[in-house]
């Protein structure tokens, strides 16, 4: 009967990701957490429908104030159970024109992707603690890898991969701090999705997307702390289940 936290969920793979959670029985998943910005109609329709097993909490990541609100009602909705997931979904993506001189938002990018993502973290472990699964799944893209920067240079995004590369540095230093606690910390890229941002060309819908990411979240175990996941989808070799390199 675990507990589930997903941030950025009001719409597209976050918002996905909790209909996914909201679908499985409640000896498996007994309560998730929808932490965004600003509820939705989506949202709001799985809220009132669920009665209670889905709970929207006002979350926003940039904000330390948001994030210590959002921990202090999550602690009186969940109580001495605690935290069993905690995925860090939110985040912001951007275009640019022209090259990477031109970049105006890294720093915005940094505050949402990275130093947002770590105050969320590190504002939740004390919850995290307490749940018996003790994992964080941090949404990366494919397009950090710095190993195949060259495959991806078609995407003219550099602050988001700078940002998303950070956020697996991030990942790979709180896996080391606290695998001695038992705790598992992975990144996962979701694969390029039909959402606001992937738009209508991607390759999978958000709801696939969304059931392939807690596929490797509730696969992962000690040895995949400090990975870099890629999602599986049948029929795609491009979203082979392997690690990524970094």
């Keep these: ?33 929808a932490a965004t910005r600003k509820s939705s109609t989506a949202l709001d329709e799985i809220v009132a ?3 209670g097993r889905v709970v929207f909490i ?5 904000k330390e104030a ?3 609100s959002c921990v202090e009602k999550v602690g009186s909705v ?11 979904c939110a985040g912001v993506h951007s275009w640019l024109e022209g090259k990477t001189e031109n970049m105006a938002d890294l720093d915005y990018q940094l505050t949402v ?16 603690r307490i749940g018996k699964s003790k994992k964080v799944a941090n949404i990366s893209t494919v397009y950090a890898s710095m190993t195949h920067a060259e495959m991806s240079s078609f995407a003219n995004c550099p602050a988001y ?6 956020l697996n540095a991030l990942t790979v230093q ?47 175990e000690s040895d995949s702390n400090g990975c870099f996941k890629n999602i599986f989808a049948p029929g795609w070799d491009m979203y082979d289940g392997k690690d990524i390199p970094w």
């Design 66 to 68: 948001s994030v210590s």
């Design 58 to 62: 006002p979350l926003d990541v940039s």
């Design 174 to 220: 709180y896996a080391m701090s606290y695998k001695d606690e038992g705790f598992t910390f992975l990144a996962v890229s979701p694969g390029w999705l039909k959402t606001d941002m992937g738009g209508d060309d991607a390759h999978l819908t958000a709801e696939e997307g969304a059931h392939a990411v807690l596929n490797v979240v509730d696969k992962a």
């Design 78 to 88: 969940v109580g001495e159970k605690g935290v069993d997931v905690l995925i860090n």
């Design 1 to 33: 009967m675990a507990i589930y936290i997903v941030t950025g969920s009001s719409r597209g793979l976050g918002l996905a990701m909790i209909k996914e959670l909201a679908s499985r029985d409640p000896t498996e998943v007994s309560l998730v957490i």
């Design 161 to 166: 991969k700078i940002s998303k590369a950070a």
């Design 49 to 51: 429908r669920e009665s």
């Design 113 to 128: 992707n990275v130093v947002g993502t770590h105050n969320v973290t590190r504002a939740f472990l004390p919850l995290l």
